[in-house]
């Protein structure tokens, strides 16, 4: 199923490039293509690419897997940045860090399996991106930020409030005065949206969670919107906002910016371990209480 495979490791990490070593010989000797991604950060990969033409035009002919040997920040980076280059994307974490609901296959299960995995015999969902595009300031080109867990709209000083106004599609939903915005994806509602009170969405549903965050009512709750048309948002006072991408990359916001969020029409699929199922992951990371079998 897979022609190629795109191995992303963690250069700063001893384990992250064994094992970056390791899986590189199992697929040279079964005859797959693979080239080695050095990335520990957003800019890292966006530097990579950008000076490497040739990989670009191969990723875009041929079936490729994304497989991270580093943080669940890499595999966001990754999957944002590559996701309209790549077909699959597994999370492959060594024995001395925790499974995540992004990184949920072991590094020993992810080469004894190896073969199934590029057949793609093993279990697998899809999960969509969003791009962001960002209009205003000084530079009157759109800014597109693409992203596949969350986008925080956030006051630096972290003591004061903006102004906002939500439309979806040809609708005006509300104008809220707040100190935090985040529009999450289902991937992103176990991570930031999480702690800002913000529900657990499986990540077969095609939906935005937005989470407006303020001290002066109690009537900001969260809502949830669907994919199906653009999601506008227009900040009417932008003293000092930034955008958090992924909990990666930070963007200043310019006065009078407006944000408009689509789908990406193109799925990523996500490659799991055999026995794996999203809520068993829940289950681990939210410290649930498994139900008997």
């Excluded at 960002?134 to 596949?148: E, N, R, T, V, Y």
């Excluded at 809502?223 to 930070?250: A, N």
Aim: proline share 8%; net charge negative; with cysteine.
């Amino acid at each position: 199923m897979y022609q190629r495979v795109l191995l992303v490791f963690n250069p700063d990490s001893h384990q992250s490039r064994k094992n970056a070593d390791r899986a590189s010989d199992a697929l040279s000797s079964m005859g797959v293509f693979c080239n080695r991604i050095e990335a520990n950060s957003r800019e890292s990969l966006k530097a990579f690419l950008s000076n490497s033409p040739d990989m670009l035009e191969m990723l875009q002919t041929q079936s490729c897997l994304l497989v991270v040997l580093a943080s669940p920040g890499v595999m966001l980076n990754c999957v944002s940045i590559l996701g309209d280059l790549i077909e699959g994307a597994a999370g492959v974490y060594s024995m001395d860090h925790q499974s995540d609901v992004l990184m949920d296959f072991p590094f020993h299960k992810f080469m004894i399996h190896l073969p199934e995995v590029l057949m793609g015999l093993t279990p697998s969902d899809e999960r969509t991106i969003s791009i962001a595009e960002l209009q205003g300031g000084i530079d009157l080109s759109p800014h597109q930020i693409p992203f596949a867990s969350d986008l925080v709209i956030s006051n630096s000083t972290l003591d004061g409030d903006f102004e906002i106004s939500i439309s979806f599609g040809r609708y005006g939903i509300a104008k809220f005065e707040l100190n935090t915005f985040a529009v999450a994806l289902p991937t992103g509602t176990t991570r930031y949206a999480l702690s800002l009170g913000g529900p657990v969405v499986s990540p077969s549903l095609e939906c935005w969670t937005c989470i407006p965050c303020g001290q002066r009512s109690l009537s900001l709750r969260p809502f949830l919107l669907p994919q199906s048309e653009p999601l506008e948002i227009t900040i009417h006072s932008s003293d000092k906002l930034f955008l958090l991408v992924d909990g990666q990359e930070r963007i200043p916001v310019p006065p009078s910016a407006k944000l408009v969020i689509k789908k990406n029409p193109k799925p990523i699929r996500f490659v799991h371990p055999k026995s794996w199922n999203y809520f068993s992951d829940l289950q681990d990371l939210l410290n649930w209480q498994r139900l008997p079998i």
